[in-house]
């Protein structure tokens, strides 16, 4: 099979990990007979200082004509620092997930059994998890009408959603969970807020057309505390934009770090796979950024994308190995023992495949 995949890198330590992730697809690629077209393209900080805009029109173009995207991350402290900056890495990431339609996010947790005393959580709360949150992606808070009043001193951000946005994310959270254990829930804050109201009553009304998946309807604030307790008491959640963005960062220190965990954006066009992690500027060029959760994102992309589970498997299966062997970057090194830099991982997978 031949593929073309969009590579937007990014920021900080984006091109480090692409590159690793970009190293074990070609050599997958090879070991299965099938050729990856890879098409560069920029976003973020890196855009906005070639061309003034952090999601160039040329990117959207290449995104769209792609069979998927393998993206970094996005972000620069020049940015960071400067609350007052008219144009902003992430505006490219709102932009793109809007016209490339990417209104559902992905996101599984689970636990790795050679790292599990790595979690900040008990070993015994945390065992056997393995839960999925689909976060709405185009709508909410985060897109809502945004200003300022008083001269300044008032700011607000509206929060809407319609019917249509919710019915189309939940019923990916239904799908989802009739192909696991049946299991969904809908979190929100319906006890205070007009749209999770409309999040409950809507998914309320999709109960009957999905009548073996089982489904809850807890509280944000709950799900934030139970997280953290029994996270193995969930399976699949979907919520809203905010809910989402707090609870699935909450939820990525549960396997012990960062740089473990993949994701994917899918929607109206071309879906997308990333890390979890952000750019992290501190350690950009010095070849120490975890190199996994971007690997795992391109395994994620070969199964979910191009339907290819065994290449997903054989991904998977090398990136065990390489922690069960302590193949590692210094983020999940054991004390006293040797830490890899962020390409001999990458080396060490692809000889390994």
Known sequence: MKFNIALLAGD?????????????????????????TWTPALTGACAIDAVGVPYPDETHEICMAADAVLFGAIGHPKYDNNPSAPVRPEQGLLLMRKKLGLFANVRPTFTFPS????????????????LVFLR???????????????????????????????????????????????????????????????????????????????????????????????????????????FGDILTDEASVISGSMGLM????????????????GSYPQATGLNIANPLATVLSAAMMFE????????????????????????????????GAKSYSTSDVGDWLVANL
């Not at 790292?115 to 393995?130: H, M, W």
């Not at 008083?150 to 951000?157: C, H, I, L, P, V």
């Open 12 to 36: 900080g330590i984006g091109p480090e990990v692409i590159n690793e992730a970009v190293k074990v697809s070609d050599a997958i690629a090879k070991k299965f007979n099938h050729e990856i």
């Open 115 to 130: 790292l599990i005393d790595n979690s900040p959580l008990k070993r015994e709360r945390i065992e056997g998890t393995d």
């Open 136 to 242: 709405e992606l185009t709508g909410g808070i985060y897109f809502g009408e945004k200003g300022r009043r008083d001269n300044g001193e008032t700011a607000f951000d509206n929060c809407v959603y319609t019917r249509v946005e919710v019915q189309r994310l939940a019923k990916k959270g239904f799908e989802l969970a009739m192909t696991r254990s049946k299991k969904l829930c809908c979190v929100d804050k319906a006890n205070v807020l007009e749209t999770s109201r409309l999040w409950r009553e809507t998914v309320q009304a999709m109960e009957k057309d999905y009548p073996e998946v089982e489904v809850s309807y807890e509280f944000v604030d709950a799900v934030a505390m139970r997280l953290v307790q029994w996270p193995n008491s969930y399976d699949v959640l979907i919520t809203e934009n905010l």
């Open 262 to 277: 993949p994701s994917a954006s899918v929607g109206e066009h071309t879906s997308l796979y990333e890390p979890i992690h």
């Open 304 to 335: 979910d994308a191009f339907g290819l589970k065994a290449e997903a498997e054989a991904i998977r299966a090398v990136v065990n190995k390489s922690l069960e062997q302590g193949i590692v970057t210094e983020d999940l090194v054991a004390k």
